[in-house]
């Protein structure tokens, strides 16, 4: 097989928990394919540097044949440059005492810079994944101050929450995954997020039976949103660590769809511009999308019941203030 | 795609470092193949039994198409039960103050009853890869008390330390990886470990340049050896973990390479029994091995130099010293 000329790969936070579960799977050649070539961009902060050599270490000890070339840097400016993907991970983390707000403050200023990166230095064309947290803020963010790259091409991670929502679905109706379709989440990456049922349906010997006469109102509005809102706390709690492998699973998936298209809906957190569902504009905010051909467009045709609608401004408010809050911080 | 009935892998050490870099390639089908289904046994202890739970919810919501059933457990003897393939992680970490000694009596007895598990409950084709330390001589304990296991079955991670090496020259030489051939590790996974590059050779245009001829012996003799040698040691410096993700990267390719053949040598522990290297019989030793249908055999024509020669007796004495010690320690 000859192979293709190399793209280059963008990722922040790249010594921590997320980059270690996806920088391999990204190098075997599952996303972008067996055929192409690879320049990894390494991008995180001066005392992660060792952390970061170290895993450049394992990654040449590892001989994968994809790899062109390993840069690692502490500047965005440098990192992004070229870049046709760019996966920002890194943010802090948001340790117990800290509210929102404060949370926002810390990581606002990252993605403020990495955005004016990212528009000096990638390519026009790149995709980003936003995956640090509070995901929807900072990928509005970055998408505000990347002024010359299209705020299509910014997405914030929720794919994690669908995927969490079919794992569940697929317990409770001791049913393949791949069986279920059009379940998806709307609005925030948060405890606000909401999980709506009532587009999708089992698909069995070509026949569609929708969810919602397969499980019972009552769990769909109550436990199951619980379970889906509550999932990442009980990862950390068991695992002592929050999500890693299963949140760099969800990267990949939400590249995936993206690049190669989809059948049917999945979760992408995307600007709300031009949506038919009352969200007001400029706001990043989890939509049902199918994607085509490199791009993605929000589903058109749903028609919310009046529980999803309640739910769907609950998460526009919360972004409204969170928006409001992060956009006053960074008033130059 | 129609897919395969599952074959049963079972790991121990499921909530340590490398089983969380291990278990996601081997979900994505990278090893198996992409049709071939898979019931997971993972096997720990019972302090690391809420870790585990964390890892299976995270498995479960990154939805792999390829998973049958995900079993967990702390007893060998239901973990093994009729499995195809075992990967033995499982072990007790070496900490600053404990001699090998203090190690081997540690990780023997985990081993002696792996080893009796395997043996009872496992198909009597089971492939097993050893690679908790000390991994050669925890690899014959189990050889030993796998009585009904044929003792090629059993391999010890040795892998690792030939790829290392192959990064160094790549690196050296400014070559990739995938035309540099037969440098492969005698011996003992251990600081002994001794990188052969007499048999190696560059191949390029259908030309093969022996290695020998392109780095000089000064270097071969003593820098490249000291680098491997402490290759581990560097990576636990910069990172602040032991190698993980290269790790499990090497398990794999010692799979794939026992599983679907090999072309050139590769190293694997494999017992030495009727080996042409004047290596005492019933020790587990790295030898450049081929692989085909499934199964190794050791290369029969190397002609190692006198200074490989005294190489391969330090490890023997080693190895030698390990088995006295751990078969003394396992004396009913
Ligand atoms: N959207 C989602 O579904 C989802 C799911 C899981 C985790 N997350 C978020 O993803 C982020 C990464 O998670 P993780 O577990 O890998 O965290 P982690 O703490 O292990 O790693 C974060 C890394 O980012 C680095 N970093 C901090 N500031 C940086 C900057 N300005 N530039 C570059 N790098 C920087 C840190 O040094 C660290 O290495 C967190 O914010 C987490 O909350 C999001
Ligand atoms: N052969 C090689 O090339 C190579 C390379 C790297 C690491 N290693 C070795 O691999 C082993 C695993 O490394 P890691 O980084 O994953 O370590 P880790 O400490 O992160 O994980 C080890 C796991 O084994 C578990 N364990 C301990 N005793 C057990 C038992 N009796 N049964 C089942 N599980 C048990 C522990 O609870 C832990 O979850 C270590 O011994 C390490 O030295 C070998």
Same mark, same amino acid.
């Given at each position: 097989?000859?192979?293709?000329?190399?793209?280059?790969?963008?990722?922040?936070?790249?010594?921590?928990?997320?980059?270690?579960?996806?920088?391999?799977?990204?190098? /075997?050649?599952?996303?972008?394919?067996?055929?192409?070539?690879?320049? !990894?961009?390494?991008?995180?902060?001066?005392?992660?540097?060792?952390?970061?050599?170290?895993?450049?270490?394992?990654?040449?000890?590892?001989?994968?044949?994809?790899? %062109?070339?390993?840069?690692?840097?502490?500047?965005?400016?440098?990192?992004?440059?070229?870049?046709? +993907?760019?996966?920002?991970?890194?943010?802090?983390?948001?340790?117990?005492?800290?509210?929102?707000?404060?949370?926002?403050?810390?990581?606002?200023?990252?993605?403020?810079?990495?955005?004016?990166? !990212?528009?000096?230095?990638?390519?026009?064309?790149?995709?980003? #994944?936003?995956?640090?947290?509070? @995901?929807?803020?900072?990928?509005?963010?970055?998408?505000? +101050?990347?002024?010359?790259?299209?705020?299509?091409?910014?997405?914030? !991670?929720?794919?994690?929450?669908?995927?969490?929502?079919?794992?569940?679905?697929?317990?409770?109706? /001791?049913?393949? *995954?791949?069986?279920?379709?059009?379940?998806?989440?709307?609005?925030?990456?948060?405890?606000?997020?909401?999980?709506?049922?009532? %587009?999708?349906?089992?698909?069995?010997?070509?026949?569609?039976?929708?969810?919602?006469?397969?499980?019972?109102?009552?769990?769909?509005?109550?436990?199951?949103?619980?379970?889906?809102?509550?999932?990442?706390?009980? *990862?950390?709690?068991?695992?002592?660590?929050?999500?890693?492998? &299963?949140?760099?699973?969800?990267?990949?998936?939400?590249?995936?769809?993206?690049?190669?298209?989809?059948?049917?809906? *999945? &979760?992408?957190? @995307?600007? &709300?511009?031009?949506?038919?569902?009352? #969200?007001?504009?400029?706001?990043?905010? &989890?939509?049902?999308?199918?994607?085509?051909?490199?791009?993605?467009?929000?589903?058109?045709?749903?028609?919310? %019941?009046?529980?999803?609608?309640?739910?769907?401004?609950?998460? *526009?408010?919360?972004?409204?203030?969170?928006?409001?809050?992060?956009?006053?911080?960074?008033?130059?």
């Amino acid at each position: 097989m000859t192979q293709k000329e190399p793209i280059t790969v963008a990722i922040t936070g790249a010594a921590g928990n997320i980059a270690y579960s996806l920088i391999y799977r990204i190098c /075997t050649g599952e996303l972008f394919g067996n055929d192409q070539t690879l320049n !990894l961009n390494l991008i995180d902060i001066e005392p992660a540097l060792p952390i970061l050599e170290g895993l450049i270490m394992e990654l040449e000890d590892s001989n994968f044949h994809l790899i %062109n070339k390993i840069l690692f840097t502490i500047d965005p400016f440098e990192g992004f440059r070229d870049a046709d +993907y760019a996966i920002l991970l890194g943010a802090f983390p948001r340790n117990k005492n800290q509210t929102r707000k404060d949370l926002l403050g810390k990581n606002s200023p990252i993605f403020k810079i990495q955005g004016k990166a !990212l528009s000096l230095v990638a390519k026009r064309t790149v995709k980003v #994944v936003v995956v640090g947290n509070p @995901v929807n803020t900072n990928a509005l963010v970055t998408a505000k +101050y990347a002024e010359n790259i299209p705020k299509e091409n910014i997405v914030a !991670l929720t794919r994690l929450d669908m995927n969490r929502s079919l794992s569940q679905l697929s317990r409770k109706l /001791t049913k393949n *995954v791949s069986n279920i379709k059009n379940v998806f989440t709307w609005g925030n990456h948060s405890a606000s997020q909401f999980v709506d049922l009532s %587009n999708g349906y089992l698909l069995e010997n070509s026949k569609k039976t929708p969810l919602t006469e397969l499980v019972d109102e009552e769990w769909i509005s109550g436990e199951f949103q619980k379970i889906n809102q509550m999932r990442g706390k009980e *990862v950390l709690l068991k695992r002592g660590k929050s999500s890693a492998g &299963s949140a760099a699973n969800a990267v990949l998936d939400c590249l995936k769809s993206w690049i190669y298209g989809t059948e049917t809906y *999945v &979760s992408m957190g @995307v600007i &709300s511009d031009n949506n038919p569902y009352n #969200v007001p504009e400029n706001l990043i905010f &989890s939509f049902p999308c199918t994607c085509k051909n490199g791009t993605w467009k929000i589903a058109k045709d749903l028609k919310p %019941n009046e529980f999803c609608k309640k739910m769907i401004k609950k998460n *526009v408010d919360e972004l409204l203030e969170e928006r409001r809050i992060a956009f006053e911080l960074l008033k130059d």
